[in-house]
């Protein structure tokens, strides 16, 4: 059996203290702000105190005492199959990160059905991972959304692609240790796994994953599937985040 990092969202749980670690999260971003959209769902800019932004406090807390702080840099989002949570719990950890003042680097490498966007909204397209997979002319600079918030970058998928190959190739794994080099964290989104290979080999070169299921959605079975192929390609879990997103 595997190492499990659960937290559910129960609405019969309630937090006793409001989420500790972060910066003011109505602090003024300034310029960004005119620049991105932010969804409500991303629970440490709402201003709210919620359950979820209290289960974000919670899994940033467990991956900062259990990974970042071990100077591990990189964390691959992967879910089992789709409507997983994933792109939402991607997108509310790396915001948690940056608000705790590391260095962070969020990439849309669901190519297949991206997301990340629908969470952080640029008003300007400069292309995103595809493009700079599919030209090496294109470097990471180019397209790399730069502090889209205080600490945090934002490289996004750059449009849908069915391309197998794009993230098994050499150039993917240049831009993925680039990533790591130039950022204290690196958070990859991912595709289903149960659609394609991306996430399993998005990991071995990460080395390190966090399965995401959901709550009375995702099967079992299913993860430990998942947990196999990683394991399986050197990858290393770091554990599996059950929500009810």
């Known amino acids: 059996m ?29 310029a960004a702000r005119s620049d991105y959209t932010f969804s409500d769902k991303l629970a440490l ?5 919620t359950l979820d932004a209290e289960t974000i406090s919670l899994l940033l807390s467990e991956l900062l005492s259990r990974h970042v702080q071990h100077a591990r840099r990189g964390i691959t989002f992967c879910g089992a ?34 997301a990340i966007q629908t969470f952080i909204t640029p008003h300007r397209d400069q292309g995103g991972l595809l493009q700079c997979l599919g030209d090496e002319r294109i470097g990471l600079g180019e397209v790399v959304h730069h502090e889209v918030i205080p600490n945090l970058s934002v490289l996004y998928s750059g449009g849908v692609s069915s391309d197998a190959g794009l993230l098994a190739s050499t150039r993917a794994k240049d831009v993925f240790s680039e990533c790591l080099r130039d950022y204290a964290c690196t958070i990859v989104d991912t595709a289903p796994a149960n659609r394609s290979s991306d996430a399993v080999r998005v990991s071995n070169i990460l ?27 050197r990858g290393e879990i770091l554990g599996t985040f059950l929500n009810a997103y």
């Open 2 to 30: 595997m190492d499990m990092v659960e937290h559910v969202h129960d609405d019969d749980r309630l937090a006793d203290e409001p989420p500790m670690g972060f910066a003011d999260e109505t602090q003024d971003f300034g």
């Open 45 to 49: 800019l709402s201003g709210r105190e």
């Open 81 to 114: 199959a789709k409507d997983a949570g994933c792109s939402y719990m991607a997108a509310n950890i790396a915001v948690a990160m940056a608000l705790s003042g590391i260095r962070t680097i969020l990439v849309d490498a669901n190519m297949r059905d991206p």
């Open 207 to 233: 080395r390190y994953a966090l399965i995401v299921a959901r709550k009375d959605r995702t099967y079992v079975n299913d993860i430990k599937k998942l947990a196999a192929d990683i394991r399986q390609n």
